[in-house]
């Protein structure tokens, strides 16, 4: 079977956390060289290491930044008199600080196929942290009770039906486009059945792009891994380090395992998931969600290389980004366990 980039090629990592960085590093820095002119192996490997370095500052500043955007709403509101507060406000803040946070996600997910695993890990707790703190502002500033609407009549009987209410904490992200990649992958098949292994690589991201019934297994970790355009498809795949971005899904069963997974345009799929942080979905319908159900050989210890060895049943927590009402999105479901598959093996003897 043939891949989209020579770079996916077998090689035999030492398991020692170091040597694996180094090769990751060695990788990104031949891919550098291509672009430039020629150069010394020592200016390359310089470029490598400022790469890296340049993102974690980059990171490492938006986060600051974030917090003290957070602490400052927490004390502007905590200082204020409960009278002069103004509810607009805090939706405002509350959305620019939402934003703000939705794009270090992405600035991680575009990033994370050259950084290392533990960097990956580590930056993904952050943006999560970064959330919760998010959460707990708005419950401070936006509690739920404030929402509940009275009458100050007292000959007026109460309405009926009183009218649905946004939730306060969820902001509306702007629309979400999975980037076109041009990383190595399996792209353009038709009525195939696709298998590879990484095992022994040090692939950073892979791509899923333009499938039609075709059946895809993947066995061992990646950093990262994008869904474009799959119809009529199986895809099977061992744990993601980061994140798993879908767009255009239709009639498809995905196993997937990943930190954070986003789903954009997905029609009358079925996920099942192992996910640490909430799924999310935007401008889908008739989705459904069930927990992992992957089984090959080595699995295990590829679920705690990539962090996922806990289920914390997060498949079952979708928030659905085009519907912000209290009520239950319409667009997605549970499988009903009846129609699950309990199990699905595959092989992990798959060239690589």
């Given amino acids: 079977m043939e891949d989209d980039d020579p770079s996916f090629a077998t090689e035999t990592l030492d398991p020692a956390l170091q040597k694996k960085h180094h090769d990751m590093l060695e990788r990104l ?15 390359s490997s310089s470029s490598t290491l400022e790469s890296t370095s340049s993102f974690l500052a ?30 607009s406000k805090h939706k405002s803040d509350l959305a620019d600080i939402s934003v703000a946070i939705n794009d270090l996600e992405k600035l ?23 959330k919760q703190s998010l959460e707990s502002l708005s419950a401070e500033l ?35 486009l999975v980037p076109v990649r041009d990383s190595p992958g399996l792209r353009n098949k038709h009525g195939e059945t696709l298998v590879k292994s990484f095992k022994g690589s040090s692939i950073g991201e892979f791509t899923l792009s333009d499938l039609d019934s075709c059946q895809v297994q993947l066995t061992g970790t990646v950093n990262a891994l994008f869904l474009h355009r799959l119809k009529n498809c199986n895809v099977y795949t061992g744990p993601v380090i980061g994140s798993i971005l879908i767009d255009d899904v239709e009639d498809c069963v995905l196993v997937l395992a990943s930190h954070q997974i986003r ?6 799929s079925d ?30 210890e590829d679920l705690k290389t990539a962090g996922l060895d806990e289920e914390t049943n997060n498949w079952a927590n979708v928030d659905d980004f085009r519907w912000l009402r209290a009520v239950q999105s319409p667009n997605w479901s549970v499988l009903p366990g009846e129609e699950r598959v309990s199990s699905v093996s595959i092989s992990s003897n798959a060239d690589s």
């Fill in 108 to 130: 991680l997910a575009e990033n994370s196929y050259f950084l290392p695993s533990y960097e990956v890990r580590s930056s993904l707790k952050m943006v999560s942290d970064l």
């Fill in 271 to 300: 996920f099942y998931l192992r996910v640490r942080s909430r799924p999310i979905i935007e401008d889908s319908n008739g989705v459904r969600f069930a927990p992992y159900c992957l089984d090959y050989k080595g699995i295990e």
């Fill in 58 to 87: 980059k990171f490492s500043d938006a986060r600051r930044s974030i917090e003290s955007r957070i602490a400052e709403s927490r004390f502007v509101s905590s200082s204020s008199a409960s009278s002069s507060t103004d509810p």
């Fill in 29 to 43: 820095s031949a891919r550098h060289q291509a672009r430039k002119s020629d150069s010394p192996d020592t200016s």
């Fill in 142 to 176: 936006i509690p739920k009770k404030k929402f509940s609407f009275k009458s100050k009549s007292t000959n007026k009987k109460p309405e009926p039906k009183l009218p649905e209410i946004q939730k306060p904490d969820v902001v509306s992200p702007p629309n979400f």
């Fill in 263 to 268: 789903i954009h345009c997905a029609r009358k």
